[in-house]
């Protein structure tokens, strides 16, 4: 009886999350209802779905949306691979923190849109660019997170690994990795996050193709439709790839889903 | 006098740790020598340097003065031959608690390991649990499973900081129990620091006594008692109220009036 | 601290080395003294203060804007169960847009004009500040809340005295992420929204000029003005720490 009753409680918190989705397409509509905008400037909820619809059936969308997700993946197994190893070695080793950790915070510091005028004059404006242009995006959270995890493994578990006689790889392995777990996780999902902000970045400042070169062109075009649909298509990629993260951290942080025995 | 494998030395130990800029005396002038197989609990007030003691002789502290030799050796780094049940438990988080239990287990086989699991999870009653993480299991359990690590590597010297500080009384009894008879079958060294003065006679060849501010040994009293020990004989009670007198707390037991 | 300034003291010296031989051209990578040339010549000009002064200015509105609506926002649904069902689901697909998609859209709506700069900025600032006052919020200790219920604290004196303070090492997270966060969507915000002053003109301007000093003059201004920002809030956080960590310790 009880489990029905929950049920009933869950079901009607999905419900609150629709309302106000509901009322921003109602207002929406209403406001193009009743012309309180131009045509340019907002048309009806429907006609953005049926130009989705459109772009999905030329196939035009389909080649936007890959060449935009080749760029995202190039960029951030560059920048996220390199981020980790280095932030691996700063937390094993204060000689290396100390050596690169305050050029790399230094680095930092510079907004790394800055740096798009920067990277077209050295590389060009073609793919390269961009998928450096990314990586240096993805590098950043990365190594710190990394260097963060790393460096945070409490003192008491890196004591037992001593009692324990535990060398390199073993330590490694079973102490340091899954210690710092957490962290490189949460530096997983910044550093997706912001290659996919930095792929629309780099496609809106200057592409051929991608989801952002769709929303520009279409801009220049005064085709509202189409920007909404673009920015409806980064959103929902965003989402999907926040989703499968969610899924890969239950997975691989089971130890730290618990119930907590001392809420009472 | 012979000497056997694993006889512990301390000599003129002091110790002391910087806080804020000056120097803090912890340990002062400790002397000790503990002959291997010997059972020793130490007691003494919170903050008086028991676990500073256990870890320079783990070592994990350097930097003190005065010898602490095992085998006639300085001891200068953590090795196998000695184990520890710390007082926080310290159980790896993301080890189930199976894989806890065999943390220290290296360059057996799988099936050895399994072995020597399951026989020391059963041996401090967590069967069952093998598969559960750290955070599933009460505080009680958590330092039981942390006893079961520390006896699969089986150690020369095992050090424990009170690790039955979180068991209910029935259960203490128990866990003391079997930590004797661990004991009387493995022949190795315990030194076992405890705030229970029963706990510290029922299971020490020698009770060792210290003082605060700086830690010092106050006293070591020799526990003559044949084992298993009563804890409510006369004998027992006696030598329990003059510990409890070291503490100036040395209230006459009613006990005492009967007889 | 030797240690530390090594690295770029050799980083310097190759720079100096591959563009003074002319192993790498000027057009790639200037001499390090034209930069300073260049930096102090913008400088003395007082254009470079310019930019640096209506840059600040979007940076700063559009900052605190974000903070305070993500703040408010933040302490709705973490207060309340029911506005965290209703909003928070919406907010967190919302979130997902990456903040530099919503430029095109906001251009079309605004045109090329100071608001839609600014829009943009608060909305990247809100979002992390949002998020960490919300987990901040949850993740006070039920112990705290049980113990002022205990003293009888009513709604207002709760998340006054107990609340927003427990909270308050994640709320600071929150705004150094807000900050960082604005300072990177500036300059995309500048570059991407046209705009005559600002100091991603200044960068942008070099672009097309093909003035590399420029570029990099305008690249290390917008670094240390973010440095310089980073340090005042960090500095505020370790001010806010020290208060606390005397409690913690024990
Ligand atoms: N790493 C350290 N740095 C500075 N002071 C320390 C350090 N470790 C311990 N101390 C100090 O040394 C003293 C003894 O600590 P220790 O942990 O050995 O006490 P204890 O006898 O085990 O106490 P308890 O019974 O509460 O566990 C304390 O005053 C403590 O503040
Ligand atoms: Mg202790």
Redesign the interface.
């Known amino acids: 009886m009880s489990k029905s009753l929950l049920k009933r409680f869950e079901w009607k918190?999905k419900l609150?999350?629709f309302?106000?989705?509901l009322l921003?397409l109602v207002a929406w509509q209403s406001a193009v209802s009743l012309q309180l905008f131009s045509e340019?400037?907002l048309v009806p909820p429907l006609t953005v779905m049926n130009t989705l619809v459109d772009l999905a059936r030329t196939g035009d969308l389909t080649n936007n949306i890959i060449s935009s997700l080749k760029r995202v993946l190039s960029g951030f197994l560059l920048g996220a691979s390199t981020g980790f190893f280095l932030g691996l070695l700063m937390g094993l080793s204060s000689?290396l923190d100390?050596?690169?950790?305050?050029?790399i915070k230094?680095c930092k510091?510079?907004?790394?849109?800055?740096?798009?005028?920067?990277i077209?004059?050295?590389f060009g404006i073609d793919e390269v660019s961009k998928v450096v242009f990314i990586s240096i995006g993805a590098f950043f959270p990365m190594v710190f997170n990394t260097y963060q995890g790393v460096s945070g493994v409490p003192k008491?578990?890196r004591?037992?690994a001593?009692?324990?006689?535990y060398k390199s790889f073993?330590y490694l392995t079973?102490?340091i990795l899954?210690?710092a777990?957490p962290s490189i996780i949460t530096g997983v999902r910044h550093s997706l996050?912001l290659s996919?902000?930095?792929v629309?970045?780099a496609e809106?400042?200057g592409s051929e193709s991608g989801v952002?070169y769709m929303?520009?062109w279409?801009?220049q075009l005064?085709q509202?439709d189409i920007?909404?649909a673009?920015?409806f298509v980064?959103?929902?990629i965003?989402?999907t790839m926040?989703i499968i993260l969610q899924i890969i951290e239950k997975r691989v942080l089971?130890?730290?889903v618990?119930?907590?025995?001392r809420?009472a | 006098m012979s000497i056997g494998k694993g006889i512990l030395e301390i000599k003129n130990l002091s110790k002391s740790f910087i806080v804020d800029n000056n120097p803090l005396q912890v340990l002062n002038d400790i002397n000790i020598t503990i002959p291997p197989g010997n059972f020793v609990s130490i007691i003494g007030s919170s903050g008086c340097g028991k676990t500073t003691l256990l870890r320079i002789v783990l070592g994990l502290e350097t930097n003190y003065e005065g010898d602490a030799l095992i085998d006639g050796e300085q001891i200068e780094g953590p090795g196998i031959n000695r184990g520890i049940v710390f007082q926080d438990h310290r159980l790896l988080p993301w080890l189930t608690v199976g894989e806890n239990v065999a943390f220290g287990l290296d360059g057996k086989s799988r099936k050895e390991t399994e072995v020597i699991v399951d026989e020391h999870l059963k041996l401090v009653g967590l069967n069952g649990f093998k598969s559960a993480y750290p955070c599933q299991l009460s505080g009680g359990m958590a330092q039981r499973a942390a006893i079961a690590r520390a006896l699969a590597n089986k150690p020369e010297i095992l050090l424990l900081d009170e690790p039955l500080g979180s068991l209910d009384a029935m259960t203490r009894m128990h866990m003391q129990k079997e930590l004797e008879r661990i004991w009387l079958f493995e022949k190795i060294t315990m030194i076992l620091v405890t705030h229970d003065v029963e706990e510290a006679i029922y299971l020490g060849d020698k009770v060792v006594i210290m003082s605060s501010r700086p830690g010092v040994i106050k006293k070591i009293i020799d526990i003559p008692f044949t084992r298993p020990r009563d804890r409510s004989s006369y004998e027992f009670m006696q030598i329990k109220s003059e510990i409890l007198e070291e503490f100036h707390l040395g209230v006459e037991h009613p006990f005492i009036y009967s007889i | 601290m030797l240690v530390s300034i090594t690295l770029p003291v050799l980083l310097i010296l190759f720079w100096q080395l591959i563009t003074s031989t002319g192993y790498v051209s000027p057009h790639i990578l200037p001499l390090p003294k034209n930069v300073i040339k260049i930096f102090l010549s913008l400088f003395s000009e007082e254009r470079l203060m310019l930019h640096i002064v209506i840059s600040l200015r979007r940076v700063m509105s559009g900052f605190l804007i974000g903070i305070a609506a993500g703040f408010s926002f933040g302490l709705l649904i973490g207060l309340s169960r029911t506005g965290e069902k209703i909003f928070a689901p919406f907010f967190h697909a919302l979130r997902q847009v990456p903040m530099i998609g919503w430029i095109p859209l906001i251009v079309m709506w605004f045109g090329m004009s100071e608001l839609p700069r600014i829009l943009v900025i608060a909305i990247s600032a809100f979002y992390p500040m949002a998020l960490n006052t919300f987990t901040g919020v949850r993740n006070v200790p039920s112990e705290y809340i049980e113990l002022a219920s205990v003293y009888g604290y009513k709604r207002l004196k709760l998340i006054r005295r107990v609340i927003i303070p427990a909270a308050l090492p994640s709320i600071i997270t929150g705004i150094t992420l807000s900050l960082g966060m604005s300072w990177v969507i500036l300059v995309a915000a500048e570059l991407l929204i046209e705009t005559p002053v600002g100091i991603g003109r200044l960068i942008s301007n070099g672009r097309e000029t093909c003035n590399m000093e420029q570029v990099l003059v305008g690249i290390i201004t917008v670094a240390l003005l973010g440095f310089i920002m980073t340090m005042m809030i960090e500095k505020l956080a370790k001010v806010v720490e020290r208060g606390r960590s005397i409690h913690q310790e024990l």
């Open positions: 918190d609150l999350a309302i106000v989705p921003v340019m400037i000689l100390r050596f690169v950790g305050p050029l230094a510091q510079v907004p790394q849109f800055a740096l798009m005028p920067l077209i004059l050295w008491k578990y004591e037992l001593r009692v324990f006689n073993r079973k102490v899954p210690g777990l996050g996919w902000m930095f629309v970045g809106l400042f952002g929303m520009v279409a801009r005064f509202i920007v909404m673009g920015l980064i959103g929902i965003g989402f926040n089971r130890w730290r618990s119930f907590d025995g809420m």
